[in-house]
């Protein structure tokens, strides 16, 4: 569904959706509290209500010429922003805006708005903006991720229209680069542009931001496609810090900068950042961690976790390394994350 045509009127893609969760066994016929909610007043009186409406901007960024991230996300980035509030706040997903020299946020009739980089937080993966001229859009409200069950009726909009999806799991996440929720919100059937997107509850409410597309929306035992959420929630008690200095208030995770997989339960390093902690230790891909200080660890979110416990970002990570039939210890200086990837843009 392209900007020109995504109305509010979406609403009756519900139906294919129905036939679609039918199929996947996820519910039965739509009962009447699974109906979609009734059309905003605004939308009644307007019938071109484009995403705007739903508090919806695209976000376009340029990375400096010299970004780290430049190999995983390219110079480019392009995704969905949610207005929070009257000032001009936008929130999205972290990666979009990382190490970016400029930002643009877009409305669906294409008037454009200068942008700039607010916050971010590595641990949960938000990203904050501020248009640099007012928008003429409403703010959305936030809801209570928390609260949210499986079966819910959601909408997931992206800067180029709306897809009605349901709620599936809410389990923990597991990321290659370092990177764990302990619990995130999956929806299905996928939808396509999810970068940033908006989770909306039938009141219309933000419950998370859009961060990925994945293969098992209902669990490992599953082959469901779907996306996964960042819950709102967790940006509540953040916001303040993020805006007031640019990142959360929590202590900086250590951060070594590999990619890795779990491979029955062994943590093979399958990536190692340029210029990164890990590259100035020479660990190297194909390395098999299997303990840090001498204790074995199982599995990614285990190696995640104990990692994060050994101290703040700084601290030496003695890391027990499979590599040519033996172990050895390799011990990587963390550093933080944030700092990593936010140099300084450049200056003329």
């Known amino acids: 569904m392209n900007k020109t045509n995504a109305r509010l009127a979406g609403w009756l893609g519900t139906a294919r959706l129905a036939f679609a969760a039918l199929a996947l066994g996820l519910c039965g016929p739509l009962s009447a ?19 705007d409406a739903l508090s919806v901007v695209k976000v376009k960024s340029k990375a400096i010429a010299n970004a780290r991230s430049l190999r995983s996300l390219g110079p480019q980035r392009e995704g969905t922003g949610v207005v929070i509030d009257s000032e001009g ?33 590595g641990a949960t993966g938000f990203g904050l903006l501020k248009a640099l001229r007012p928008l003429p859009v409403k703010p959305v409200q936030f809801g209570q991720s928390g609260s949210v069950g499986e079966r ?33 919100i999956y929806t299905a059937p996928a939808t396509v542009n999810w970068s940033g997107a908006a989770l909306l509850s039938r009141e219309g409410k933000l419950l998370g931001i859009g961060s990925l597309v994945v293969g098992d929306a209902m669990g490992a035992r599953t082959q469901v496609p779907g996306n996964m959420f960042v819950p ?3 940006l509540k008690p953040m916001l303040g810090d993020l805006i007031a200095t640019g ?3 929590a202590r900086p995770r250590p951060w070594i900068g590999i990619n890795t997989q779990e491979v029955q339960g062994n943590v093979i390093v399958t990536r190692v950042s340029p210029e990164s902690p890990a590259e ?5 891909k ?32 003695p890391l027990d390394v499979l590599r040519g039939g033996r172990v ?20 003329y």
């Open 280 to 284: 100035d230790a020479a660990l190297n």
């Open 232 to 234: 709102i929630d967790l």
């Open 328 to 347: 050895e210890t390799v011990t990587v200086k963390s550093v933080d994350r944030e700092r990593f990837y936010f140099r300084p843009k450049p200056t």
């Open 152 to 184: 819910e009726l959601v909408l997931i909009v992206g800067f180029d229209g709306v897809a009605p999806a349901y709620v599936v799991s809410r389990r923990p996440f597991v990321g290659y680069w370092e990177y764990l929720l302990d619990e995130a």
């Open 247 to 249: 990142r959360s208030g």
């Open 33 to 51: 509290q699974d109906k979609p909610p009734a059309v905003p007043p605004a939308a009644q009186a307007r019938p071109d209500v484009t995403v």
């Open 89 to 121: 706040l936008v929130l999205t997903i972290g990666y979009l805006i990382v190490e970016a020299e400029t930002v643009e946020l877009s409305t669906a009739d294409g008037r454009s708005f200068p942008a700039t980089v607010i916050g971010y937080d």
């Open 286 to 317: 194909g390395d098999v961690i299997v303990g840090i200080d001498g204790k074995a660890i199982k599995g990614q979110a285990d190696f995640y976790t104990r990692m994060w416990k050994h101290g703040e970002a700084g601290v030496a990570i």
